[in-house]
């Protein structure tokens, strides 16, 4: 099965609300994780990363905390913005090699 | 901050026929590129990886001689579909990283091909 595994889409929110995007992974050892962002017509953009357990990216108001006890990766953001509208990809990077495995991608649309 | 072309952005081809896919690095030099494939709601797919001035190193399933793919320099890699078909039809994305394989990939904004 997929090593990266995220909540499906599509998601509809008015500006100023939470958001959150869960994503779970599966790996042995301690793999690296990213969240990518795609805005239209763009190419894919790292979001935030995390290297290590416990470790927090964050980056234009978003956060995700790498929790290894529940191998989750979730992101968040306080209040959102019609701008943060985009495909959101959770993936992953095993500490022994580069590839990336990536999560399915989640449509989020920020309505005015 | 680093940006990756990919051009056509779409195209649309006859079955059997072959189609050439760039994908440039516009204001660094890529030492790798990687080639992916998206179907729809899916994940993307890592198809292969190529380092600059050698043979790209494909992933278990990828046909390697379906997708020829050249890195001759350090801001042009090229992904050829050689006869393609229908099921070929996909969202081919590509990356690239300025320092190595492990660092940071940088992606372009993806190349739709349609095959009839």
């Known amino acids: 099965g997929n090593s990266v595994t995220q909540m499906e889409g599509p998601v509809t929110l008015s500006e100023e609300a939470f958001l959150t995007i869960n994503c779970t992974y599966t790996?042995?050892?301690?793999?690296?994780l990213f969240w990518y962002v795609q805005y239209p017509g763009e190419g894919l953009q790292l979001l935030l990363k995390?290297?290590?357990?416990?470790d927090k990216g964050s980056n234009k108001g978003f956060e995700a905390t790498y929790r290894k006890e529940t191998t989750s990766f979730h992101l968040e953001k306080g209040s959102v913005q019609v701008s943060d509208s985009a495909v959101y990809f959770c993936a992953r990077r095993r500490s022994n090699d580069y590839k990336l495995s990536f999560g399915a991608g989640t449509t989020v649309t920020v309505r005015a | 901050g680093a940006v990756v072309s990919q051009h056509p952005s779409w195209v649309i081809c006859k079955s059997g026929t072959s189609v050439k896919i760039e994908c440039r690095s516009l204001d660094f030099q890529a030492t790798t590129m990687f080639w992916y494939r998206q179907f729809p709601k899916q994940s993307l797919m890592l198809m292969a990886t190529?380092?600059?001035?050698?043979?790209?190193?494909?992933e278990q399933g990828v046909e390697k001689d379906k997708f020829l793919i050249n890195h001759a320099s350090l801001t042009l890699s090229t992904l050829t579909v050689t006869s393609a078909h229908p099921e070929d039809s996909s969202f081919y994305i590509c990356?690239?990283?300025?320092?190595?394989?492990?660092?940071?990939?940088?992606f372009g904004p993806g190349t739709r091909l349609t095959v009839l």
């Open positions: 995390a290297t290590k357990a416990d």
């Open positions: 990356s690239a990283s300025d320092a190595g394989a492990t660092d940071t990939q940088y």
């Open positions: 190529s380092n600059e001035g050698s043979k790209a190193t494909y």
């Open positions: 790996a042995t050892g301690y793999p690296s």
